[in-house]
């Protein structure tokens, strides 16, 4: 899976713990981001990074946030788990061209299973 | 507001049928739009996009999808399919100008039978 690993595979947690997944990427590709899948719903963007300290919301980042001190890694951490956020989470990483701007297509990780109990 | 559809959650069909995997969207402007596949337990993979050009795009593994600007369509296609292709498929759109954000459609369930 393209240089991309997600720690953990599977996590099982409490109601109201804070839990951390991690994305690595060998491929110093300039854009990150953290899906989930959920039945039903597809995939749907958390948040983004493009590049280190640069972050940005997706379309359901309420209860989540990220960092990215490095280029390689990119950590999604829920402040407090709730049952909602049990889910398929998805680490993907994308480049730019040679002009910057261009991104044409994602390179997934192999996601986290996370259950909130 | 950016949006992909996915009318069927499964599409059945004969192995050696010719299979349509169906991709309807919403986007500001002109679209870039992406076939992926999933397979169980991974990562999505993907197939094939289509960012200008010729509206028959050919992708891995055999598969190809038809751009339709007035039916904002993007439906995949194989002519023969293969047990291997039973999957998960998801299409995604991803705006011109705003290159961060891909959205993706809800995922069609293909099964292949022998």
């Known amino acids: 899976d393209a240089g991309i690993t997600q720690s953990p595979r599977h996590k099982v947690t409490e109601t109201g713990t804070p839990v951390t997944l991690r994305c690595h990427q060998t491929?110093?590709?300039?854009?990150m981001y953290w899906y989930r899948q959920d039945p039903g719903h597809g995939l749907r963007l958390i948040h983004y990074?493009?590049?280190?300290?640069?972050?940005d919301k997706g379309e359901v980042s309420d209860g989540y946030s990220v960092s990215r001190s490095k280029t390689e890694d990119f950590l999604l951490t829920l402040e407090s788990a709730t049952s909602s956020q049990t889910s398929v989470y998805f680490c993907?990483?994308?480049?730019?061209?040679?002009?910057?701007?261009?991104?044409?297509?994602?390179?997934f990780g192999s996601g986290t299973q996370l259950s909130v109990l | 507001a950016q949006s992909v559809a996915q009318p069927e959650d499964q599409v059945n069909v004969a192995e050696g049928n010719p299979l349509t995997v169906k991709c309807t969207y919403s986007?500001?402007?002109?679209?870039?739009l992406f076939w992926y596949v999933q397979y169980p337990n991974r990562g999505l993979q993907f197939l094939l996009k289509?960012?200008?050009?010729?509206?028959l795009v050919k992708g891995s593994y055999g598969f190809e999808a038809e751009f339709n600007k007035s039916q904002t369509s993007f439906h995949l296609k194989k002519p023969s399919a293969l047990v291997s292709d039973s999957a998960l498929y998801f299409c995604?759109?991803?705006?011109?100008?705003?290159?961060?954000?891909?959205?993706f459609g809800s995922g069609t369930k293909l099964n292949v039978k022998p």
């Open positions: 289509y960012i200008t050009g010729d509206n």
């Open positions: 993907a990483i994308s480049e730019a061209s040679v002009g910057g701007e261009t991104n044409e297509k994602l390179f």
């Open positions: 990074s493009y590049g280190v300290k640069d972050t």
């Open positions: 986007v500001s402007g002109n679209p870039y």
């Open positions: 491929e110093n590709h300039r854009y």
């Open positions: 995604a759109v991803r705006e011109l100008y705003n290159f961060n954000k891909f959205y």
